[in-house]
């Protein structure tokens, strides 16, 4: 019999100074140890808890280039490379000076269940760099790219590991990052995905994690004979996440009232339309300038949006932004749906009154799979040399989306008719990876 304190220390021993991955490890098997003692012994036999919370392989290295000035520059790479048993590493890359290996242990550990979710073949891992992107010339940007790529190119492959973006990695970034690979490797390849449309790249990608974080809630209300129209949303972040989730929240016909950045929220009391959206993505990342135009809006400095009255939170920024308090007003005001974009931004403490109060609480390894669904879309274009429509990329990635709903009513519907959905996509994603491990032998 698995004991979770039993287990929990043993990871915190082995695992010193990171907090971040004994988070993302305590919230995954407080729903797995029980299920496991109930219904499968056979893995604690296996130790399968034991390997799936070891990565099986961790690089780092040194990544050093030249800024503008001519001035040698270090910084760290890395790769952490979780988990192989149903597909090759699949994962994002982060460039942030917050970067470190607890940080990339958690979003690896986290990546393995939501690829696990979303049905495709697909590994688990995770990596980048504590370069800041921020102020950074075009030039140099390119020239830490290419540094960063000439280590990491021997370790990845379009079936062995296959890197996307993440925070301070886009479009830009894939591009130069693919140019170096290609150089060195002298092979066009499926090595990234969240590549240029006219060069391998798929339709929607940019918009998948957004759009099926929408697609996702969708389910969640269609499940209670409801729906977004009218709804009043608050969402944290202003990048790819928050901009795509923003947009198909106002197609659908809900209201959503604000964006934010790491210098404050913006709030704009009519709620945001298309074209507002429009206009504050010419902004960059000086979203406080949207005032000047449109007078409906104030930014409220250094202040998250978890204050402000909502049907529907969708925190889409960053890890841990939103805390037990935040938790508190969110409920207090009403709110009845968090549903996570960003990779774990509701700390366990949160997470936590969101289950007491019995809100509908969907986390982010559900949540925003869409990014990695359609990550493994463009894999499976790249292999087979074709490149699909818009239409037939949203239509999977819609259903996707709403398998991995279904999948999370089977293994969370509570006695009461409650829907855990964490301890359904903890559960659900974590099955298929354990009968993979089974069978492949103590590996
Ligand atoms: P971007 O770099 O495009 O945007 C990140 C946004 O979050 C920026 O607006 C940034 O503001 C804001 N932000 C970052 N740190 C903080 C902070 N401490 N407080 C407030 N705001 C902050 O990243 P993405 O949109 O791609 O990623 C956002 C989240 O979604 C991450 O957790 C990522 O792991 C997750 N995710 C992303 C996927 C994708 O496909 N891109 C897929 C699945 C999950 P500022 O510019 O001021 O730093």
């Not at 991955?21 to 036999?45: R, W």
């Not at 931004?345 to 019995?358: D, G, Q, R, V, Y």
């Not at 990695?372 to 699909?388: D, F, T």
Request: glycine share 10%; hydrophobic share 40%; aromatic share 10%.
């Amino acid at each position: 019999m698995l004991n979770l304190k039993d287990f929990l220390g043993y990871v915190a021993d082995r695992n010193p100074n990171e907090p971040e991955f004994l988070q993302a490890v305590t919230e995954v098997v407080e729903d797995l140890i029980p299920h496991i003692n109930k219904f499968h012994p056979d893995y604690a036999q296996q130790k399968i808890l034991e390997r799936i919370v070891e990565p099986e392989r961790v690089i780092t290295f040194r990544v050093t280039w030249l800024d503008d000035n001519n001035t040698v520059q270090v910084n760290r790479g890395y790769r952490v490379q979780m988990n192989s048993a149903i597909g090759p590493y699949k994962g994002g890359l982060r460039f942030s000076p917050t970067v470190n290996i607890s940080i990339l242990k958690f979003l690896a550990f986290e990546q393995v269940f939501k690829n696990s979710l979303t049905g495709l073949p697909i590994g688990g891992g995770k990596g980048g760099s504590d370069f800041d992107p921020k102020g950074k010339s075009d030039f140099e940007i390119m020239r830490f790219c290419q540094s960063f790529m000439t280590e990491l190119y021997r370790h990845i492959g379009a079936e062995t590991d296959v890197p996307a973006g993440d925070i301070g990695v886009g479009s830009r970034e894939i591009g130069y990052l693919f140019g170096q690979y290609k150089r060195i490797q002298n092979n066009f390849t499926g090595v990234l995905t969240g590549k240029g449309i006219q060069w391998g790249g798929s339709y929607i990608r940019p918009e998948a994690t957004g759009y099926g974080l929408l697609y996702f809630v969708s389910s969640i209300f269609d499940c209670n004979n409801d729906n977004l129209a009218g709804k009043v949303i608050t969402i944290s972040g202003a990048g790819n996440v928050a901009y795509y989730a923003a947009e198909k929240a106002i197609i659908l016909g809900a209201k959503v009232i604000t964006l934010s950045n790491s210098s404050g929220t913006l709030y704009d009391i009519e709620g945001f339309t298309l074209e507002k959206l429009a206009h504050l993505a010419t902004l960059g990342r000086d979203i406080d300038r949207f005032v000047d135009k449109y007078k409906s809006a104030v930014f409220l400095k250094q202040q998250t949006p978890w204050h402000l009255p909502c049907d529907i939170a969708l925190p889409c920024a960053t890890q841990n932004e939103l805390n037990e308090n935040d938790a508190q007003q969110l409920i207090d005001n009403g709110c009845i749906c968090v549903a996570e974009g960003a990779n774990m931004p509701s700390t366990n403490e949160a997470i936590k009154l969101f289950l007491k109060a019995k809100i509908a609480y969907a986390p982010g390894k559900a949540a925003n799979a869409g990014g990695v669904a359609v990550s493994g879309l463009e894999m499976s274009q790249n292999a087979i040399g074709q490149q699909w429509s818009i239409d037939k990329v949203d239509t999977r990635l819609k259903a996707i989306m709403h398998n991995i709903h279904k999948s999370c009513i089977r293994y969370g519907k509570e006695e009461c008719g409650y829907i855990n959905y964490l301890k359904g996509a903890n559960i659900g994603g974590f099955i298929k990876v354990a009968e993979a491990m089974k069978a492949q032998g103590v590996v």
